[in-house]
């Protein structure tokens, strides 16, 4: 086993991540651990882009005012100021380092507009954003002599004073993180990462559910390593969906079919021909995500039917081939030419809302550990997440949490007498099954009872069922040798259980947490009459 020392120590190489390390690679070593391919994450597949004020007529306060609305009364108000009158310093900054976004033939941004923005203020690169945003960001941790990208590196545990043989639980003053341990994917060793701070950028957690917009890499490492270290998690039930995936039954992950075709006149209808979205909001098509994914849902079930329509001929043809290709080439691959026909969808788990605890400077509630991105939790999307609002607030809370370590690492000591990993079990050519098929138990779970429309009764269900696969999964865990999808399985199961028992304590319908046993006060979901205005 080898031990490694650095000042900043990075889990995940997505745009928090990535634009973190860029920031304290001026001022000390930087290790940056990913547990697949360097790309791998779900910053790579972004689509939309990223939400922020550019011009008149639209100013901070309504981009402000649009994600409060979205938020349902949860958001921290002070933090979404914060995040959306810096986004425009730090968009700024990521143009600086190479990523392009795509601009009218007068040379000004060609901003889109999704679902819940009132105005069009989306930056984005054709349909692909975030593919373009981690190039950029990738090139120039490239040219960092400072910052050091070990891939297929997968962090199994942070370090605590637990693993230095102290007694820790939720109440003891001060737990720290000295670093992780870390498991090299290719060897199957694990080594010890010591670090004067560590942030977690581990992003989301989609796998949970059978259906996922989010590719392998999303199954809540970071969430479940800082909440089995006792550090604070939170929000955990408002899981987003977003309302149109790509209908292909079995191919994983989802592929999107991004709001922004909503945002430039595609509607939505279901089998029979019908504009449906008017009968439960005014905003038709474009109203915000929880909204439409839920109306979806119960047309599906009403008209028994497994997919609705996207219907894009309201856009030009020309405009759909120059800013959304992929998309195009995507559904032609799969044998549906938008330009002709509508394409199916479905709702998809898409983006985890809730996660690790952070002040506004991206400090959890352990000590020299940070969060920025999809695992933190900071207040910003409360209830549910504005379209777009996530590559934002990851760029701020990456920077925020780079000023304040950057001031403070220095004074931080390395730990001392760190035991090497607990090597134990052996390799059991069997398990992978048993893993494969206890993700697919979980997934079903949470998908059948801890989905879009929730129930006292199924949220009951889903726990005892969870009980009997965590039992298995941690006896397994005992007697086998270390691996990355026994490790993953543990988390999701982990984030499971966070998910229901955040979902149980929630008694009442809010935002992306919707319960048949607790309606908004005169709200039917079943709507079979309703007019477009
Ligand atoms: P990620 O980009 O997911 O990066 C996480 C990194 O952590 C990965 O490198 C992963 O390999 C690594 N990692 C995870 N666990 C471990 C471990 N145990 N050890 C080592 N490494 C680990 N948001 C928007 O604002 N606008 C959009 O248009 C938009 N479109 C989207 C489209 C799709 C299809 C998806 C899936 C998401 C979209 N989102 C969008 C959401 C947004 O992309 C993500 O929230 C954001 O990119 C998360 O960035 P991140 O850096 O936190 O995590
Ligand atoms: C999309 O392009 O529809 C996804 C945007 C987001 O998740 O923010």
């Known amino acids: 086993m080898s031990q490694k020392k650095v000042d900043f120590l990075i889990i995940g190489s997505g745009i928090a991540g990535l634009s973190y390390a860029l920031k304290v690679a001026e001022f000390g070593s930087v290790c940056m651990i990913t547990k697949s391919d360097q790309d791998e994450s779900n910053t790579k597949y972004a689509q939309g882009g990223i939400a922020s004020v550019t011009y008149q007529p639209d100013s901070i306060e309504k981009h402000v005012r649009d994600t409060l609305v979205a938020g349902d009364g949860l958001c921290d108000e002070e933090v979404v100021n914060m995040v959306?009158?810096?986004?425009p310093k730090r968009i700024e900054e990521l143009i600086e380092w190479g990523a392009r976004f795509d601009k009218t033939e007068q040379g000004e941004f060609d901003l889109g507009k999704e679902g819940g923005h009132s105005e069009n203020r989306i930056l984005h690169h054709k349909d692909n954003t975030g593919w373009e945003i981690e190039r950029a960001l990738i090139e120039q941790v490239h040219s960092h002599k400072n910052i050091e990208i070990l891939d297929h590196h997968f962090a199994v545990e942070i370090i605590t004073q637990h693993h230095l043989g102290q007694y820790v639980n939720s109440s003891t003053p001060g737990i720290t993180c000295f670093g992780a341990y870390v498991l090299n994917t290719i060897t199957g060793r694990t080594d010890v990462i010591l670090a004067r701070t560590t942030l977690m950028a581990s992003g989301g957690a989609g796998n949970v559910y059978a259906?996922?917009?989010?590719?392998?890499?999303?199954?809540?490492?970071?969430?479940?390593?800082?909440?089995?270290?006792?550090?604070?998690?939170?929000?955990?039930?408002?899981?987003?969906?977003?309302?149109?995936?790509?209908?292909?039954?079995?191919?994983?992950p989802a592929f999107l079919i991004t709001e922004a075709l909503r945002g430039d006149g595609a509607v939505l209808r279901n089998q029979k021909g019908e504009e449906f979205m008017y009968r439960y909001d005014e905003r038709g098509s474009l109203a915000p995500r929880d909204i439409v994914a839920r109306a979806i849902d119960n047309e599906l079930k009403v008209?028994?039917?497994?997919?609705?329509?996207?219907?894009?001929?309201?856009?030009?043809?020309?405009?759909?081939?120059?800013?959304?290709?992929?998309?195009?080439a995507r559904c032609r691959a799969a044998g549906i030419d938008p330009l002709m026909e509508s394409i199916p969808v479905v709702p998809a788990c898409h983006y985890m809302c809730g996660g690790i605890v952070v002040d506004q400077n991206g400090q959890t509630s352990i000590n020299h550990l940070y969060a920025a991105g999809e695992c933190s939790r900071t207040g910003l999307h409360g209830g549910n997440r504005l379209a777009s609002n996530s590559l934002l607030e990851a760029l701020v809370y990456s920077n925020r949490a780079s000023n304040d370590v950057i001031r403070k690492f220095e004074m931080?000591?390395?730990?001392?007498?760190?035991?090497?990993?607990?090597?134990?079990?052996?390799?059991d050519p069997e398990e992978m099954v048993l893993i494969t098929q206890t993700q697919k138990e979980l997934q079903a779970i949470m998908s059948n009872y801890v989905g879009i429309v929730r129930s006292n009764i199924r949220l009951e269900r889903a726990l005892d069922r969870l009980q009997i696969l965590n039992r298995e999964t941690e006896n397994m865990y005992r007697r086998t040798t270390l691996s990355a999808p026994l490790c993953e399985l543990r988390n999701l199961i982990l984030v499971g259980y966070l998910i229901i028992k955040a979902a149980r304590l929630r008694k009442e319908s809010r935002g992306l947490h919707?319960?048949?046993?607790?309606?908004?006060?005169?709200?039917?979901?079943?709507?079979?009459?309703?007019?477009?205005?």
């Open 412 to 427: 931080v000591e390395f730990a001392q007498n760190v035991p090497e990993w607990d090597i134990k079990g052996t390799a």
């Open 84 to 87: 959306i009158s810096e986004g």
């Open 303 to 328: 008209n028994g039917e497994d997919y609705v329509l996207l219907d894009c001929k309201n856009i030009q043809p020309e405009r759909l081939e120059l800013h959304f290709p992929n998309i195009l």
């Open 514 to 533: 919707y319960s048949i046993d607790y309606p908004r006060p005169g709200e039917t979901l079943l709507r079979t009459s309703g007019q477009k205005p």
């Open 211 to 252: 259906t996922t917009t989010n590719p392998r890499i999303a199954t809540g490492d970071g969430v479940a390593m800082v909440y089995r270290a006792k550090g604070r998690v939170a929000d955990m039930e408002f899981i987003q969906f977003h309302p149109t995936a790509m209908y292909q039954p079995g191919v994983q």
